[in-house]
């Protein structure tokens, strides 16, 4: 009888669980690859963008268990069994309507080229979760590792801080 | 970025073993670790990468009895958040929440960011755009901070992170910065002694030395190398002068004898490290006075013979006994020697004459004897016509000395091209400048002689000496000659070793006319030893004194007794922790320059070569960089546990503070191989102190610090009764302000004292170029620290 050994790590993404073998083999994983390049190669996932690859843009970032991480500083390998959201995930999935904070920045011309939404999206999303009622001066130490360098990081800040403001309104 | 295996161990055993393999490194929260290896910094990417995060030892943020105890793979971003850590040590808190940026502090440990690379950017600079640049912590030797763009690095100094090129490229492995340093401090016996650990005669090298370590002098980048000749001569005759200081004979005898043949030196270095370890050494040589080379090749207009007496008799008066005129295989066999002495090292030279076949060789001279000859005094004019063949040292020395004995022409002639000659490039342009004429890319073809004498000699064209991999095999032209009218030949085109000595009854190995050594200058005979020349062939005297000490070291082994002195000193001496240079080395370009006599003053018998004043090799010391690496410690967090004498413990030991922190410039130099950074603990700091971490940055995230003060101060009454102040990102360690600290306890803290303890703390500040402004901006940190 024929035995095959294969490692095999299993991250969560979006609401999809995704089994992926690691190994030196031609579609297989190798081990020092990191989670931006998973994302966007192996699950598609190309949201995130690769901007320096070296934490120090924060446009790779996703969140992985609740914390915003640059996953370009993070190795696949150590996310087996994590949970793992991407600008992808965060519309609703039955019916693709964006989340309240993706259309504050559509509604508020958060952005201009794009390139470094998703990493500010991604961070605020977890700040947020975090903090029902943080200040604009939170807001940007929370974005402080999230460059934008069209200088649209005026407008990003005020289209999360309206969207507080709109959640605060709904809360009530 | 190159693969690599990944590997998460499950206990501590298990990791440090993984790590105590080659091609290994740690990885905790990988921030560091991933840009470094994305980057290509290290000197080869690691095989494996060994994940820290998941052991149990290193995790947990408790407070205990005795402190704080952080776990090396606790996130920055718990540190920064924790209640505990925020209520008693804030101090803590603020300098984990001031690193990098918010998300980079969810993955980042405290692990890593004590044990990350540094961040100069130079070494920094990614090698996919032009290469990457080798600097002094890679596998170069230059920092180029010190003389290019530095405004972010070291106001106290370099670390010494590799070999000093001169250090490196000096066969005896001369500490040159170091004495370059004690010479600036005024220290000269110190600089001497350090000369005297690897070489006992540098009062001869300085003069006759082909001094390498020039050409590796990192100043060769920008201007002149340092004149490291000229100053290694003051010292030599300031060791000379002082011989009853330097060269003390061994309080007691130790009872064993050594022997060694030949006093070239090699042999006087072997006596010399010998004798003060006590043994009985005794030199044989068979010409009538001491010294080989160094009296019989060399000519006195570059080294004067009583520089050598003078070491010779120096030596004697250590107790060595040395036996003139006694040729072994003659006047006394190697066997009596070898029988009646506990140890023998052979340095017989290479003194006989290689004969090449040409036709009428036997009526040409060998250039060696010549030189001999004169040595003796024999001072006849050797012929009117001189043709020397050879392009080496011997060769000029031959030259030059026939010309200055009244030779009226001089020729020399030889394989090599003139920018490709052996001999050293001042000898060339002495020999130039004396009149002598220097026939490049021609070898000798035949001697013509008219009624069996020498009327001049044929020469064939040589266009190509060495082969495609750099092995000596010329080429010539047959048919392309060139006739030069003489009346003698000299030959300096090589050397031979006498071996007849040997006379077949040990079994000492030769190989190519040579003998034999291996390891420790050792010959396949046990108990002998050999060095100098009869073992590398010609050579430099800085070569064959490094084989003379080898030599000594082996022979000390061989008698089963413990390390020599000179090697208890080499390891005892203090290293400064941080090498020091002169803030005006960068704009000295010139080298001084040692006195030379004009061509016509010159003769056989006076030095050509002065010496220098004492100041000018005081002022020449002072332009040497004392090359080290002039990055700044990056880690924050580093900077606050210093502050508050946090221990370090590891899954080997407890390490303080000062040892990890304070002392070394890299983690791999505290840490043992497969030792590991377990947990982090942090002392409660005493009732009633102010800590705080103030980091001034240029950006407000991911940026490191420009300037950083960390410490704790308490005050009784407006009294100082404790403080701790560390400055960060001013040198290659954080800098623990011991000076200003104890300036302060027990003063009553206002604003003056507090100027006065950042003057205090700055005052040992060596500034670069662009970081000047560095100084004054950490004595208004460390003044807004104290409160003013």
Known sequence: MKEIVRKVITIHVNGKTYDIPVGTGRYEMPESETLSHTLRDRLGLTGLKIGCDQGACGCCTVIMDGKAVTSCMTLTMDCDGKTITTIEGLADRATGELDGLQQAFLDNCGYQCGFCTPGIIMTAKAFLEEHENPTEEEVREALAGNYCRCGTHYTAVESVMAYVQKRKEERQ | MKNFGYVTPKTLEEASGLLAQPGAAAMGGGTDLLGVIKDGLLPSPPKTVVNLKKLPELSGLTEREDGLHVGAAVTLAEISENETVKAKWPALADAARSVATPNLRNTAT?????????????????????????????????????????????????????ETPCTGKCPAHTDISAYMELLRAGKVEEAA???????????????????????????????????????????????????????????????????????????????????????????????????????????PYRLPKNVVRSFISALEAMGVKIVC??????????????????????????????????????????????????????????????????????????????????????????????????????????????????????????????????????????????????????????????????????????????????EGAYKIETERGRIKALDGCRTTEAGIFAGGDVTTGPATVIKAIASGKEAAISVNQYCGLKELPVEKTARLRLHEKLAAFDTRCRGEKEAVKSPMLEVHERDMDKEDLGCIAPELAKGEANRCFNCGCLAVNPSDTANMLYAMDAKIVTNRRTISSEEFFGIHTRVQEVLEKG???????????????????????????????????????????????????????????????????????????????????????LKDAIPLAMNGYKIDMAKVMVRRFLGF
């Open chain 2, 193 to 299: 002694r350090v000369i005297l650990e690897v070489n006992p005669m540098p009062a001869i090298t300085s003069r006759v030395c082909a001094h390498f370590c020039m050409e590796g002098c990192n100043r060769n980048t920008y201007d002149e190398s340092l004149n490291v000749g000229a100053v290694e001569r003051y010292l030599g005759d300031y060791i000379l002068e002082h011989k009853d200081v330097f060269m003390k004979a061994p309080e007691g005898e130790n009872g064993l004898k050594i022997s060694i043949i030949g006093s070239g030196p090699a042999g006087l270095t072997a006596a010399y490290y010998l004798r003060q370890s006590g043994y009985g050494v005794t030199i044989y040589e068979k010409q009538p006075e001491a010294g080989g080379c160094l009296t019989y090749a060399i000519p």
């Open chain 2, 675 to 761: 030792e590991i950074v377990k947990e982090v603990i942090v002392p409660y700091l005493p009732k009633g102190a102010v800590a705080r971490y103030d980091k001034y940055r240029i950006r407000k995230s991911i940026d490191f610090a420009v300037l950083a003060v960390a410490g704790y101060y308490r005050l009784e009454d407006g009294v100082v009764k404790d403080v701790s102040m560390v400055l960060g990102a001013v040198a290659p360690v954080p800098m623990k302000m011991k000076e200003a600290e104890s300036y302060l306890t027990g003063k009553k803290l206002t604003e003056e004292t507090a100027r006065e303890a950042a003057e205090i703390a």
């Open chain 2, 110 to 162: 405290l692990g890593g960011n004590l044990c990350q690379d540094i961040r100069c950017w130079y070494y920094r600079y990614p090698d996919i755009l032009g290469g990457r640049i080798n600097c002094a912590r890679k596998e170069g030797h230059l920092c180029s901070a010190m003389m290019g763009e530095n405004r972010y690095h070291s106001i106290f100094g370099a670390a010494k992170v590799c």
């Open chain 2, 325 to 502: 005129s006694c040729q072994i295989g003659q006047d006394k066999t190697l066997d009596e020697i070898v029988k009646a002495s506990d140890s023998v090292m052979l340095d017989t030279g290479t003194w006989k004459r290689p004969l090449i076949g040409l036709a009428g060789e036997e009526l040409t001279r060998f250039g060696l004897e010549f030189l001999i000859d004169v040595n003796n005094y024999v001072r006849e004019r050797p012929g009117s016509r001189v043709v020397v063949v050879g392009g080496g040292n011997v060769a000029m020395d031959v030259a030059i000395t026939a010309k200055r004995l009244g030779c009226p022409e001089v020729a020399m002639v030889c394989l090599e091209q003139r920018d490709s000659m052996p001999a050293n490039e001042e000898e060339v342009a002495r020999a130039l400048e004396e009149g002598i004429l220097i026939h490049n890319g021609w070898g000798p073809k035949e001697v013509v002689r008219t009624d069996g004498k020498v009327t001049g000699m044929v020469f064939k064209h040589c266009p190509k000496v060495l082969d495609e991999t750099g092995r000596f095999n010329p080429v010539y032209e047959e048919d392309n000659v060139m006739e030069l009218q003489a009346d003698i030949i000299m030959m300096a085109i090589g050397q031979k070793a006498d071996l007849d000595f040997l």
